[in-house]
């Protein structure tokens, strides 16, 4: 059970990509985007939203839709591409919201650390740090997390390594919450400079339909 708010990816991937897309592609990539969070796969799809230290599957999870956009774009169609697109983006933007990526990022300042916009999204010795993790889904006690009511009392009883506690899903979650929303912002600018270079022009015109 995992989500940060549709909202948050919507914000984000249209802050990063709105000027290098068509509007009718841009709305097929976010809801492409939002659908992973749909309640089918909340549950048993660690790789979807890197729950549960699922960075493997989550990579290998984002390898093979770049890899459908890719066969999409090498075949007449479109769509195939935005939507996996879409579905890359989500997993790539949960990274941040439910891994320990920024707090291993703020970890590295003795004193201020730098403001949120500064956050660097790919830090090779965080990624591949031996103390990344990401929120453990404790079953039910992590989807009771997401009424209201009862969050004070279901937090009292997860441990300090679940999603509940460890997630930026939302400004609640405090001062990281900015980070979070800063690098994912900038994995999904990351993520168009990616295919830019591995597409060839045309390929990347007919995908951005500009
Ligand atoms: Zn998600």
Redesign the pocket.
């Known amino acids: 059970m995992?989500?940060?708010n549709a909202e948050y990816?919507i914000e984000m991937t249209r802050e990063a990509l709105a000027s290098h897309f068509s509007e009718r592609a841009l709305e097929i990539i976010i809801a492409a985007n939002v659908r992973?969070?749909a309640i089918r796969?909340?549950f048993f799809h660690d790789e979807?939203?890197?729950?549960n230290n699922a960075f493997d599957k989550g990579d290998r999870y984002i390898n093979e839709q770049r890899g459908y956009v890719l066969a999409t774009l090498l075949s007449p169609g479109i769509l195939g591409a935005w939507v996996a697109f879409g579905r890359l983006l989500?997993?790539a933007?949960?990274f941040y919201?439910?891994s320990n990526y920024v707090t291993l990022w703020l970890d590295q300042f003795d004193a201020v650390p730098p403001p949120p916009p500064e956050i660097e999204p790919l830090k090779r010795e965080l990624v591949k740090s031996p103390s990344l993790r990401s929120g453990k889904i404790y079953f039910p006690l992590d989807a009771l997390y997401y009424f209201k009511i009862l969050r004070p009392f279901v937090l009292k009883i997860l441990p300090k390594d679940s999603h509940g506690w460890m997630n930026l899903d939302e400004p609640a979650q405090g001062l990281k919450f900015p980070y979070a929303i800063a690098a994912a912002t900038k994995r999904t600018s990351y993520e168009l400079d990616l295919l830019r270079k591995l597409l060839t022009p045309e390929m990347f015109a007919r995908f951005t339909d500009k």
């Open positions: 995992s989500r940060m990816h992973q969070d796969y909340q979807i939203h890197y729950d989500h997993t933007q949960d919201a439910h």
